[in-house]
């Protein structure tokens, strides 16, 4: 079992100065087939123990067993951590589309965690989900190739600037029929005024698409803006983005525009 470790993760509550620990751990079955869990605020005290000190250390790499329905940890203490990630990763799946480095980061040989857990524990994991189409485990990779839909990234004098996408195109994990728009420069996500036109359907020969948005996050409800995005070829945008401004304002991109690539 690896562990992950990050100290004074999150505030509890905004304005403190308290900070809570967070605990990933990972799991490995055979050498390409692995479980995350991460996010864990708690660790078992008699894990912990095993695992041992941490003073000083990120990433620690034991060899604890554990048993079916052992506590392992717990989650909560804020907002930001109120719940718990996991995810399985299998190495020798068809890689996705959808990272940077489809062929060597293990977040593109994510699947279904469900599948591989035994009965009655399988059902009692899919009650515990939204009601919602399938797949019921949900859908991180929308990618098509030479469509909007998907993951873009930022590069820099052709070598990566970020590893993680700069701009996402997507829907909604409980409402597929609902567009969203992730943007990691504003840290926000967007829903789309008139929820067209659908990412899924816009290609180079679309031309410059005008998007009117306004913040998902109801506590963020005046927080607007509008997005022009152009497919310039099948692997290639440009975009930018207009805050605080209404559809009539705006024309076309400006200097300010920027390249995204997949």
Not at 157 to 179: A, C, E, M, R
Not at 217 to 243: H, Y
Request: glycine share 10%; proline share 6%; aromatic share 12%.
């Amino acid at each position: 079992m690896g562990l992950e470790y990050q100290q004074g993760w999150a505030n509890p509550h905004p304005g403190t100065t308290q900070r809570l620990d967070s605990y990933g751990l990972i799991f490995q079955f055979t050498k390409n087939f692995f479980l995350l869990i991460n996010h864990l605020t708690q660790l078992e005290p008699n894990l912990l123990k095993q695992i041992g000190s941490l003073k000083g250390l990120t990433e620690k790499i034991t060899d604890i067993p554990v048993k079916a329905g052992q506590l392992l940890g717990m989650t909560g203490g804020t907002a930001n951590l109120g719940s718990f990630d996991f995810s399985v990763h299998n190495m020798d799946s068809k890689a996705l589309s959808c990272t940077l480095s489809p062929t060597t980061d293990f977040r593109a040989h994510s699947v279904d965690p469900y599948q591989f857990f035994v009965e009655p524990l399988r059902s009692q994991l899919y009650a515990k989900l939204p009601l919602r189409p399938e797949p019921r485990a949900g859908q991180w990779c929308y990618n098509i190739a030479g469509k909007l839909v998907g993951n873009w990234f930022f590069y820099y004098h052709g070598t990566v600037k970020t590893g993680q996408p700069g701009l996402g195109f997507f829907y909604d994990v409980n409402d597929p029929s609902k567009i969203l728009i992730g943007d990691t420069q504003t840290g926000r996500v967007y829903t789309i005024n008139g929820n067209a036109p659908d990412p899924a359907t816009i290609d180079v020969n679309s031309g410059l698409i005008k998007y009117a948005l306004t913040d998902d996050d109801p506590r963020n409800s005046g927080v607007t803006g509008v997005m022009l995005v152009q497919m310039t070829d099948a692997a290639k945008i440009k975009m930018e983005f207009f805050p605080n401004a209404s559809a009539d304002q705006v024309t076309g991109f400006t200097s300010k525009a920027q390249q995204l690539y997949r």
